[in-house]
């Protein structure tokens, strides 16, 4: 507790200082009279200084400029036929055009780092490396980062670093952020603390992603690995790395992470009863993963979606049906109703075709060319053979059924059933064979009142009845 209260102490009269400089006016004014006293009695030392310094920054530059077509070839010798990821190579790519300002920066900070260990005026060349070390940061991340909220983002950090650094404000203006904080069971909290985590936890997310990608690649491209296998390792990698960019975040800015155990349990427990869906569907898409039920490429129908999967993600499984459109169904759904898997074990799919002939009709004969039909149609297996089988007698047709087997149902399977169903139509046309339509006989009959009301309207007796109509 004494070294808490003595580091805000520090940090309280830091800050005190720090503002009363900002909006003191005769500290702008006793700044400006000793810049110009000091200018008046160091002019020739300043002008051979910076002069001096002015030779370093261009002779660091001729350097540069020397050394960067080799670095440049030695990088495309490396790029060049090998096997590198998208995203190595792009970053490749974004490198070769900035071998010259890093190479110029290189040799700056160098002799920035000994100019200040050997006291030697560095005026100059700390303005130059501040402003290359930005403009060679921007540049990376325009090239590197396609978002433009986040380029956008690192060019103003960038630069105000930069600003800060040549101001000489930069240790204020850290040392003013340390100062704004807040203690939480033990653990001081600053602003500079948060901005650094924040800085620290964007870029190691950065190359966790980066490092998520390349090794996604890799895993499948394997041909030794199952899709699902190939999900559930590709999964568990990415969770491994945010994890651990998170951890390395933290520890990096000094936080302890047992402060955190109390709090993130509490943290826990709401988020186990906010997040009850998600967290389900996550654990169901784990299950469906270890168990292999689907697989990407799998086709399935959920309810009245039919299609194929193309990819399963944390959440949900992106199923595209045969019009092109993405259902993205929860996995919770798919564990706990029927999913009907067309090609969980093998590809090979039957179908059943149902056809009705009118009784005066040849019944061998209708069989026989439902086989034919079959046979003729491109995308019916050869073996097992077609089947056409005689199901009952209906009130109005013989009730026949046609059984096929394809092996492409992502293809489709109302389209081959159209097929075949075509190639039927047209046989039994020419064969005279005739599909019954629905009938029905109607037989109308008068009731006794209306039919003795009418008699007597039309002044009939009893002898000479109506008859009663009847319609078929």
């Not at 540049?139 to 956008?152: E, I």
């Not at 800060?164 to 203006?173: E, K, Q, S, V």
């Not at 990407?296 to 992106?318: C, E, F, K, M």
């Not at 029905?440 to 039309?458: G, Q, Y």
Request: glycine share 6%.
């Amino acid at each position: 507790m004494v070294s808490i209260d003595l580091n805000r102490g520090r940090a309280s009269v830091v800050q005190e200082a720090f503002m009363e400089r900002i909006f003191d006016e005769q500290f702008y004014l006793s700044q400006l009279e000793a810049a110009r006293n000091w200018l008046a009695d160091n002019a020739v030392e300043l002008s051979v200084s910076v002069v001096g310094q002015a030779i370093i920054v261009v002779a660091a530059f001729l350097l540069a400029r020397l050394i960067a077509p080799r670095a440049r070839a030695a990088l495309a010798r490396v790029t060049t036929g090998r096997r590198l990821e998208v995203q190595l190579r792009h970053a490749a790519v974004a490198v070769a055009p900035l071998m010259l300002p890093v190479a110029w920066l290189l040799f700056l900070w160098v002799a920035d780092l000994i100019a200040r260990q050997d006291e030697l005026p560095h005026r100059l060349l700390t303005i130059a490396t501040s402003l290359l070390a930005a403009w060679v940061v921007i540049r990376l991340t325009a090239a590197l980062v396609r978002d433009p909220v986040w380029s956008r983002f690192v060019t103003i950090v960038a630069w105000t670093i930069a600003a800060l650094n040549i101001l000489h404000l930069l240790g204020p203006t850290m040392a003013l952020l340390d100062g704004v904080a807040v203690t939480l069971a033990g653990l001081r909290i600053s602003a500079l603390t948060v901005v650094q985590a924040m800085l620290s936890l964007a870029l190691l997310l950065w190359s966790a992603t980066l490092v998520g990608r390349v090794l996604e690649r890799r895993i499948t491209a394997s041909p030794n690995l199952t899709p699902s296998l190939q999900v559930l390792m590709v999964k568990l990698l990415k969770i491994a790395l945010a994890a651990i960019a998170v951890v390395v975040a933290l520890r990096t800015v000094g936080i302890d992470l047992t402060a955190f155990a109390v709090f993130t349990g509490a943290i826990g427990v709401g988020i186990g009863f906010g997040l009850q869906k998600s967290v389900s569907n996550f654990i169901s898409g784990i299950s469906i993963l270890i168990d292999k039920s689907i697989k990407p490429g799998d086709v399935i129908s959920v309810g009245d979606t039919y299609g194929w999967i193309n990819s399963l993600g944390a959440r949900h499984v992106s199923v595209i049906t045969r019009d092109g459109t993405e259902y993205l169904i929860p996995n919770e759904q798919l564990v706990a109703q029927q999913v009907v898997n067309w090609s969980h074990s093998h590809n090979e799919v039957r179908l059943k075709l149902p056809v009705g002939i009118a009784y005066g009709a040849d019944v061998r004969q209708a069989i026989a060319l439902c086989q034919e039909a079959a046979d003729e149609t491109p995308r019916v297996l050869k073996e097992p053979t077609p089947v056409c089988l005689l199901k009952g007698f209906g009130d109005s047709a013989v009730n026949l059924e046609l059984r096929i087997w394809i092996n492409d149902p992502r293809s489709g399977v109302s389209n081959v059933k159209s097929e075949v169903f075509l190639r039927l139509w047209d046989k039994f046309r020419e064969h005279g064979i005739e599909i019954p339509v629905p009938q029905r006989d109607l037989h109308l009959k008068t009731p006794p009142v209306l039919s003795l009301a009418m008699r007597r309207v039309a002044g009939t007796s009893p002898a000479g009845a109506l008859l009663e109509p009847a319609t078929s």
